[in-house]
């Protein structure tokens, strides 16, 4: 902690206050978060290590591994997929509705895996990014929590106990990663944060924002976890990763994410 004064004079003394403000909400809630600076400076931090299931933010990664195949010319964005019966899965998104043959590209299938978090789309994709490339890029950058291990609403791998995972300081790192450069070329970086900006789900770290706040995010939800990660743009960029468990509404979930949204934005991004 000494270290910590030293390195960043303001940390001890905003992590008081934000632990506070962190017991104002209900006992029963499981919160988990991380605050950094686009440097990767720490802000705040709760239980920021622990590991869960990721939920649709998964869909970070796996948009960037399908942006370095693309770089790497083995995925042309502009190519036509075609769609099958067989790729057509339930839960978020449009691509179920549509025709079976109905041409769509690969451009389209990012934005939508990424506005309305289209498992459809998300799937099509792995399968041509390949899951396994997906979980050694992930592995050689070091990311031992953040894993996926099946694709959009398999619920038998699911039942199985294979499960898709990361933890606040895993996307948050991929996340600062990302918008350093580390992986990708300026234009693909780019596009990735058009996705991420265009986000359809505005009722977590959005919520309670001054209106006109730009943040480039992706929400996940399942019955037991909502989560949010991204990075607010603000005067000073904000990363920004959060996971409630055990809520009792998915309303009371998405309050807690907004008021610690607000909070961040007002504390550390201006």
Same mark, same amino acid.
């Given at each position: ?37 686009? /440097? ?10 622990? @590991? ?35 790729? @057509? ?56 929590? /953040? ?45 990735? *944060? ?18 006109? /706040? *730009? ?5 996940? /939800? ?49």
């Amino acid at each position: 902690m000494f270290l910590m004064m030293l390195l960043f004079p303001g940390f001890v003394s905003g992590q008081e206050d934000w632990q506070g403000f962190m017991q104002q909400f209900p006992d029963h809630l499981d919160i988990s978060l991380q605050i950094q600076d686009e /440097t990767g400076a720490p802000l705040f931090q709760q239980h920021a290590d622990k @590991k869960i299931p990721s939920a649709s933010i998964i869909k970070i990664p796996i948009l960037i591994a399908f942006m370095e195949k693309v770089e790497n010319k083995e995925i042309d964005l502009d190519a036509r997929y075609s769609l099958q019966a067989t790729d @057509k899965v339930a839960g978020a998104g449009e691509l179920q509705h549509l025709p079976d043959g109905s041409g769509i590209t690969f451009r389209y299938l990012a934005e939508e895996m990424i506005r309305i978090s289209d498992n459809t789309a998300t799937n099509i994709l792995i399968q041509a990014i390949e899951m396994d490339y997906i979980q050694d890029w992930l592995k050689e950058n070091g990311y031992e929590d /953040t894993q996926l291990n099946r694709i959009m609403m398999d619920f038998k791998a699911i039942e199985e106990g294979r499960q898709n995972y990361t933890s606040p300081q895993e996307i948050n790192d991929i996340l600062i990663n990302l918008w350093n450069g580390k992986w990708l070329k300026e234009n693909s970086r780019a596009e990735i *944060m058009h996705w991420l900006k265009g986000s359809a789900d505005n009722s977590t770290i959005p919520s309670q924002l001054p209106a006109g /706040t *730009m943040v480039a995010h992706k929400t996940g /939800t399942l019955d037991y976890v909502r989560g949010d990660a991204g990075i607010i743009f603000g005067d000073k960029p904000l990363v920004l990763s959060v996971f409630v468990e055990n809520f009792n509404t998915m309303e009371e979930a998405e309050s807690v994410i907004g008021r610690i949204a607000l909070k961040s934005f007002r504390d550390f991004g201006r």
